[in-house]
């Protein structure tokens, strides 16, 4: 693998529900320590092409390619099989448990005794919490303890964990008030110094531009566009996004 190979790479990817043709001909490469933004209005299928990716949806046909390899993405085991982890904008945390039991809910550590190793557990969770600089009181903090924002800095780092490759983020900060979206936005912009590649869904323009490298528009299920940030405006993305 050279710095070239992307990490995910879609080709002619199409999906229907009977007659609803949700996605349609989407093609996307995205990069290691990319950050690309999928940008549509309501129902435009952002949601589904995430779906397909983290393996809660097959494709109705076209290709899925993981670091030059294509993969057949059945099931969302599969997915994170692949290094893919998603974080959904509605805090899909265990309210009653510490912050360091739900860094591995499902996975977690296990010692030579077949006992929780507790300890390394913690460790992990709090040098990664230092890392992104999620501001939690203790690896041991209870999650319904903590406001909306620490709660998502707990989710993307749970998906730093354990994403080798790519995150996916649909609307991470919908929920949250204006400091809590910068700090999860600041969290966000970190991962592209581990390499990690980022599709991120999001409604707010400003947040795009603050964070993306590309921005894909999706309108009605047709990918109308791929723009460089920094090439590109508001007011064309608006004109992308309603086809006006
Ligand atoms: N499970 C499903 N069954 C049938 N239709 C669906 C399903 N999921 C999504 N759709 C349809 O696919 C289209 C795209 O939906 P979605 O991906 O949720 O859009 P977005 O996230 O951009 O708002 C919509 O027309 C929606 O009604
Ligand atoms: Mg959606």
């Known amino acids: 693998m050279t710095a070239s190979t992307p990490v995910l790479q879609l080709t002619d990817i199409r999906k229907h529900f009977d007659a609803v043709v949700a996605i349609e001909n989407f093609s996307l490469d995205i990069y290691p320590g990319e950050i690309v933004a999928l940008v ?7 949601s589904t092409l995430i779906k397909i990716v983290s393996g809660v949806y097959a494709p109705s046909s076209g290709s899925i390619t993981i670091e030059g390899e294509t993969v057949s993405m059945s099931s969302a085991t599969m997915a994170r099989s692949h290094g893919i982890e998603v974080v959904y904008q509605d805090l899909a945390l265990a309210d009653q448990q510490t912050v360091y039991m739900n860094m591995f809910l ?10 929780l190793d507790r300890k390394t557990m913690i460790s992990e969770t709090q040098k990664l919490v230092d890392e992104l600089d999620v501001r939690i009181p203790s690896p041991f903090a209870t999650i319904r303890d903590l406001s909306g ?3 998502q800095g707990v989710a993307i780092a749970r998906a730093t964990r354990w994403a080798s490759k790519l995150i996916l983020l649909d609307e991470p900060t919908a929920a949250l008030g204006v400091a809590e979206t910068a700090k999860v936005e600041a969290i966000v912009q970190s991962l592209k110094s581990r390499n990690i590649g980022v599709l991120i869904i ?7 531009f603050k964070l993306s490298d590309r921005i894909c528009v999706l309108r009605r299920g047709k990918q109308i566009g791929i723009r460089k940030t920094s090439e590109t405006d508001k007011n064309e993305i608006v004109s992308m996004i309603t086809g006006v």
């Open 40 to 46: 549509g209005d309501n129902g435009a299928g952002k």
């Open 106 to 115: 499902g996975r977690e550590l296990t010692n030579s005794f077949g006992l």
């Open 202 to 208: 999001s409604h707010s323009l400003d947040q795009v």
């Open 149 to 151: 924002g620490q709660r």
